[in-house]
């Protein structure tokens, strides 16, 4: 999902329920920002446009957005025509509309780019561009290796207005450039510098502007295919393999992201909200009566979207026993008022 997400306007609370349907789907969110790899010095930045903590990489003082300017982003979502993915995006496109608006939102356009080549039953209800797959066989069953293509297609034909501030992204524990220097210098050569250069990220969330993400989004894509066609990376990065494609795409662009740990929060591993700025679903959240996380095992109460592979959540899910975290009461409170208002939502 391509995004331009400004950091410091909205509410963590606006920016959760935002991404919520962007988490279920796991597709890529981007924000559209202007890039600027000269860090100098170094400063914090909050919601007003004073102090924020950055714990990672902070963003450097001469890219600091002027206290109450306003930068639209333009939110986006790769999806396909399968139930799984429909129903997801039915969620996020449901929170989007009701956050769009509120006092200190930047939220401008969206778009849920539809990678299945033809229209589906939801091109009147989401706003949709439709795309291409890649072709027969070339994602050999790993179907995210549609979403850099799909990029490429989009960023070549849409029109966006949204635009400006600094790349920024979710620094992911298992993402680890240094763990796999010989593996990633097949892709990313010496005289592009150490591998430390590749940030710990995947393609979402990510924040970045449209111009730059047109240039990586064809590099992105060619290095998904090519880690893919090589037998040693493919069993080395697995089912994060096209995340590590887009860290070296950008790295080769010489595009540096400000790292925020903030930037998300991963039910059930996160247990309360705080002042996060996204849920990222995608764990399945699985509990005994006692409230009390099972581990490798389903629970007495669950909610896992791998459950609804064929067909959307019913309405009204029961809400987790006492003692789980806020983090998963949340989540599914939210899924439950997206479900109750979507009209036909079982249809």
């Known amino acids: 999902m391509i995004v331009r997400k400004n950091m410091g306007r909205a509410s963590p609370l606006v920016l959760v329920t935002l991404v919520l349907g962007f988490c279920f789907a796991t597709y890529n969110l981007v924000t559209m920002i202007m890039h600027s790899r000269a860090i100098s010095k170094w400063v914090e930045d909050d919601a007003n446009g004073g102090i924020f903590f950055d714990p990672v990489?902070?963003?450097?003082?001469?890219?600091?957005?002027?206290?109450?300017?306003?930068?639209?982003?333009?939110?986006?979502?790769?999806?396909?025509?399968?139930?799984?993915?429909?129903?997801?995006?039915?969620?996020?496109?449901?929170?989007?509309?009701?956050?769009?608006?509120?006092?200190?939102?930047?939220?401008?356009?969206?778009?849920?780019?539809?990678?299945?080549?033809?229209?589906?039953?939801?091109?009147?209800?989401?706003?949709?561009?439709?795309?291409?797959?890649?072709?027969e066989g070339l994602d050999r069953g790993y179907i995210v290796l549609n979403r850099p293509w799909a990029f490429v297609q989009w960023l070549e034909k849409a029109t966006i207005e949204e635009d400006g501030g600094f790349p920024a992204a979710f620094p992911f524990f298992y993402i680890k450039p240094a763990d796999y220097g010989k593996v990633l210098r097949k892709f990313f050569p010496e005289e592009m510098g150490p591998v430390t250069n590749i940030d710990p990220i995947g393609n979402s969330p990510v924040i970045i502007k449209k111009d730059l993400l047109k240039k990586i989004a064809p590099t992105w894509m060619n290095v998904s295919l090519k880690m893919k066609d090589d037998p040693e990376t493919d069993e080395a990065f697995g089912w994060v393999l096209e995340m590590y494609a887009y860290a070296v795409g950008s790295a080769l662009h010489g595009v540096q992201h400000i790292l925020r740990k903030d930037f998300m929060l991963q039910p059930p591993w996160d247990f309360e909200i705080g002042k996060k700025f996204i849920i990222h679903y995608t764990y399945g959240c699985d509990y005994n009566m006692k409230g009390e996380l099972m581990y490798g095992e389903i629970g007495e109460w669950r909610f896992d979207k791998r459950s609804f592979l064929r067909g959307p959540p019913p309405r009204n899910l029961s809400l987790p026993p006492p003692g789980v975290p806020e983090s998963v009461v949340t989540l599914v409170k939210m899924v439950n008022e997206a479900t109750a208002n979507i009209p036909n939502w079982e249809a």
């Open 57 to 135: 990489i902070k963003m450097p003082e001469n890219v600091r957005k002027p206290k109450n300017a306003r930068l639209p982003f333009h939110v986006a979502v790769t999806a396909t025509d399968a139930t799984y993915s429909q129903w997801q995006c039915r969620i996020m496109y449901y929170w989007y509309k009701k956050k769009k608006d509120l006092p200190g939102s930047d939220m401008g356009g969206f778009t849920r780019i539809l990678h299945s080549g033809s229209p589906d039953n939801f091109m009147d209800e989401i706003p949709t561009i439709v795309v291409d797959p890649l072709p």
